[in-house]
Every structure is written in C-alpha cells, then in structure tokens.
C-alpha cells in the first residue's frame, strides 16, 4: 500500500481566525493514531513551532509537539545556513525568525550584513532606514515570504513580509528573493522533513492548502499533489481562473479522514471530486509578491470576506 505524506496549510485549512474549522480535530487525530507522517506548513515567519503547538492546543487540537511544524522563517535559516554558511544577517521580524536564524547560528550584523531578511511584524522607519542602508553596502534582500497581506479576522488584513520587502525594493531598487510558499525550497525541505528521522520516505506526498497561488502553485512545481480546501480564501468558481490546478478539490480537511484511517478506498471519488467547470468571473489580485499579474489586477477584498 503506498505510503501517503501529508503536508497542511493552517490558516483556512485548520482554522479561520479563533475557530476550529469542521473536521480539522478528527483529521489530525487520525493522522496522528495511523503514525502518518505530516507537517503543518505555514509562511507566518512570526511564531516558533512551540508558539503554534500551543496555539492549536488551546483551540482543541491536542497531541502536537514543535516537530510537526514548519515555518517560513524556519525555511529561510534552512536556506541561508544550506547556501551560505557562516553568513550574517540584518532581520526585520519577530521570535520566529529570530530563534530560528539563532538555531542556526547565524549572526545578527547591522554594519555590513550578508543579508538584510525580511520576515512578519512591525518595522519602524528606523529599522526600515538601517536596511536600506544595509543593501546600499552590498546585503542582498531576503524574504520569508510573499505575502503582502494577510487575513487577521474576517474584516480586518495586515501588511505581511512581502509588503515590506517590496518597501526595500522600492527605495534601494534592488529585488528580494522570496522564501516560504509558493517557493519549491519550502516544499523540498518539508517533503525531506516528512521522512525524518530515519523512516521510511512516502510514496507520495500531498500538499492541503485553501489558497491557490501559494499552497497549490507550489505543490503544482514541486511535483507533489495539491488538493484544495474551500474552507479559507478560495471560493470553488474562481479556480478555473488559474493557470496551474489542484488535484482533488474538497470542502474541508474532515473530508479525507475516513481515507487517513484506511476505511474509505481511496480510489471512489466524493462529491467533490468530481470535476468543476471553469470560471473566468472572478477577481483575484497581488495577494503575493510572486503572484502571476501581480501589478495588473485591483488589489481584492480581504481573504476572508465572503
Ligand atoms: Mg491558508
């Protein structure tokens, strides 16, 4: 029988702000009771894995310890001590991406860094100033990922890393380099993390995620299978908007419980598998730095808003 990995967005997979959503409880606990291999996969640079095992706790999703996390801040200190050992860096962000960097043992330098990274969280202008300057000595941009924006209750968004990156594009005229989703190097290492330690690698592994430009893209390049919630930011008759497709479309994440178990055959579609026609009506927009037409769309309604 093949061997299933499961890699899980959070936000809108899990919950959508303060609120389980339906089926998320059962799901991860029949992954955890079948030893299933899995890793929440989120480009919030600003929590630790410890931060987000808490959090889940206190939303009812108990068992979690800090290993079946993996941030985009965790990525970037991946990336930076993979590429360039013994590098330093001047960071923009919160604990996060501080503790990570720190694990790493990448060294904070705000004369001359090898880097200026860019993760979540206020920036005041001094900061902002003091990388600027940095990138005017020779830092390169980094970071931990695109998003401009991001949903913070159904009415309400924050500026995200991509937002301030794209401000230190803007005044040094130089390009950041992206990390976190939809990047592949997020995807390879959290696939090589599934593996770990010294278990057997899975046959496959499944990408769940509700936004299509990040959880969907990326799985779409990094080769592994993407399916698609309609629990968060992605509404079903905007999907065929999009060049690259998921693999199975489902209304929430309890859908693939019974399959997690072993008591559904994997092979009879539900519902919603079945295919869905296109739909050219939507409106999409710069949700991301790295979005296709980025700069070409109107900048669209929060995420969350129905
Ligand atoms: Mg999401």
Not at 21 to 30: L, M, N, P, Y
Not at 102 to 108: E, K, L, Y
Not at 169 to 194: C, H, V
Request: hydrophobic fraction near 35%; charge should be neutral; include cysteine.
């Amino acid at each position: 029988m093949k061997k299933t990995g499961y890699l899980i967005d959070m936000d809108g997979v899990i919950y959508r702000e303060n609120h389980l959503i339906a089926g998320a409880v059962d799901f991860v606990a029949a992954l955890l009771s079948t030893s299933t291999p899995f890793l929440f996969l989120t480009n919030n640079s600003a929590p630790t894995p410890e931060d987000l095992a808490v959090r889940l706790k206190h939303l009812g999703i108990g068992g979690l310890s800090p290993r079946h996390f993996y941030t985009s801040a965790m990525n970037t200190a991946d990336f930076l001590s993979e590429t360039h050992p013994n590098c330093t860096v001047f960071v923009l962000g919160e604990g996060g991406l501080q503790t990570a960097l720190h694990q790493h043992h990448i060294a904070n330098d705000a004369i001359r860094p090898d880097y200026v990274v860019v993760g979540e969280g206020s920036a005041s202008m001094e900061r902002l100033a003091k990388a600027h300057e940095c990138i005017e000595r020779g830092a390169r941009l980094l970071a931990t990922n695109p998003d401009n924006w991001c949903p913070v209750s159904s009415e309400k968004t924050r500026p995200g890393a991509g937002a301030t990156a794209a401000f230190l594009e803007a005044s040094s005229g130089r390009r950041a380099y992206y990390l976190g989703k939809p990047n592949g190097y997020m995807f390879q290492r959290a696939r090589r993390r599934l593996s770990e330690p010294g278990g057997r690698a899975p046959d496959q592994v499944v990408m769940i995620g509700d936004t299509m430009e990040t959880d969907i893209r990326g799985a779409v390049e990094s080769g592994l299978l993407g399916y698609l919630v309609l629990s968060g930011s992605t509404q079903l008759e905007h999907v065929g908007d999009y060049v690259y497709q998921p693999t199975r479309i489902m209304d929430t994440v309890g859908d693939l419980t019974s399959e997690v178990l072993g008591i559904a055959d994997p092979g009879s579609p539900s519902a919603s598998d079945q295919p869905h026609p296109p739909s050219h009506g939507g409106r999409h927009g710069s949700r991301h730095q790295t979005d296709f037409l980025a700069f070409h769309k109107p900048r669209p309604r929060p995420a969350m808003t129905k």
